[in-house]
């Protein structure tokens, strides 16, 4: 195990109803004049942004809105919600909504105290300082409530890059299961594929003796094998949407993934698609991720039997360990296939013929990813091919 | 999964030589003025106390020292500090040690601020303020570094009871495995048992749809199950150290018992033992737990064969699950005979005649604790029996 710090300071409220204790959050943590930032009309309709209104106005915090956050978050939204904060004084932001929203709420909070182009921190420049923020969070997916990381899209090249720091860092979240309830399918099961790929960009690691890490690696992914079918079934399970809810937490806070080498490299790979053709993050994952493990897997076969038999339930080949390591990704891809999701191109809408650009964009201005297998350039032309062509 | 509240505020400083930078950690966290709160002459001799004082000098923070905490620490030592922190001006108080150290060092941080008698808070009050605490710790087991808890024993009469808030959660743990190394097999092994029973208290539950924490509460289990034996047989093993030292934290910073119902008897049984005889926690668990299991498993003898094949590997008897069930406890107490630790009274050096006594004791002032089966005075006195007798 390598030495490590792990920070996870967040207040997760978790629960039934909890988004209308949101007021009384938003004064302990020191917010008095607020902007609640959120997507589409959905909050709206379905009163969730009324319930937070009222929760607001009981507490005496006075507020402003900003709305229209997009899939895949758009820095130009975000310039206007930091100069909306400076001109109102704002001194907490609220993000209702899902990883989009987060993010989005993430980079106006790191954005109003600083001086320059808020855009320096996605090219790499370390952040210090933000507002403080707080969560209602609608969505399981992206696992922006307990975690210091933020994806933004710049509009002009439509360019998706990340940062992260620990001042990013939510005050509280409120996690409310029921709120995922009127999720359609295929957003539900968007956001389970991200929260699996979540842990195999921390699974798949060269550090040796993480046994603990390992397990707790493990119990969140045989957890989204077990409830993810549920709520697929059956929307309104609130059980399975609870554990699916707070795996998702779990996931994405650091805690599975503390002291050992990570990748990532399918999480790059896949931005350059949503980032292309403005599709879900957890759908490009589905055709990504089982075909970076086809290219990687020979790479350490036995950590692909380790996954294939503890958390896809496959009997070990001790003959032939590679059949194993290969039954268990298609076990994943399978699976990933019988909730709804895309495994090729053809099914997300994407096209082989723009492999060449793809590959291109994901070499501009990128962080190193790939702590378990480091790829070349033709190296992701052969997994973006393979994902081209996937078939059960 | 009920509603709950998660919040785990701790920096995790973890790994090699870690603690030399814990001067840093106490000038971050705001202390100005610290108190070094530790237990006996290892620490002094081992040089990491000449280490902590030379990172607060680097720092060019001051302190004044506290040693002398008992295992089973006591009240009598928390006035003196109580005393010593507001002669001195102390505004930061460094728990070096274990967590005997560390809950000696909680309860001198709620007593400074608070007009009235500390017990009162070990009485049912709740703790509303304390000073802030920072950990060096030297031992896994009683997690104390992750938790907001704290168990103190009156002098007089030698009533152990616990205590627990947010605010005694540390700023800081530092957690470097390498400090573990020496200690002996016995405490090694009193330490992993610990770990194991935080686990269990959380695991039997009667709260239904919980997998999400059920596969946590497995993963920290067979963490143990297969880390400890290494240590026992080879001290020095740092990546098993390592492995055990972070489940430790995770078996106890609330995680894997969000959101159920817990049990907890054991703890409280187990703490009139070490209270009479001065035996150490780990100790008396390994004898208390699998005897309480042995009493209350036909409560839910599916739960039971849920342990014995996820954690202790057993074959599932599907004609006959009790059998199942019986030989997960049966495993689970070979397993702590196995790394050392007694299973009945005599290798304790407890007595079946004072029972009457233990059992009367159990019930003055207590919490109410038995989430997953309540017990009477008659159900207590049975599991003392048990316990008294057990053999493999």
Redesign the interface.
Known sequence: ????????????????D?ESECGEYVKKYGGSKVLIHYGGGSAERSGLLGRVRESLNKNGISFVELGGVKPNPRDTLVYKGIDLCRSEGVDFILAVGGGSSIDSAKAIAAGVPYDGDFWDFYSGKSIEKALPIGVVLTIAAAGSEGSGDSVITKEDGMLKRGAGSDVLRSKFSILN?ALTQTLPAYQTACGATDIMAHVFERYFTNT??????D??C???L??MV??TPRVIADPDNY??R??IM??GM?AHNG?VG??RSQDWNSHGIEHELSALYDCAHGAGLAVIMPSWMEFVYKHNVMRFCQMATRVFGCQMNFENPESTALEGIRRFRSFLHSIGMPINFAELGAKEEDIPALVEKFGIGRRRTGGFVALSADDITEIYKIAAKASL
């Open positions: 195990m390598d030495n490590f710090n792990f920070y996870s300071p967040t207040e997760f409220v978790f629960g039934k909890r299961p040796t003796e993480v046994e603990i890490t397990r707790l493990e119990a969140v045989i957890t077990k409830e059980d399975a609870a554990n707070w795996a779990v805690l503390v002291g």
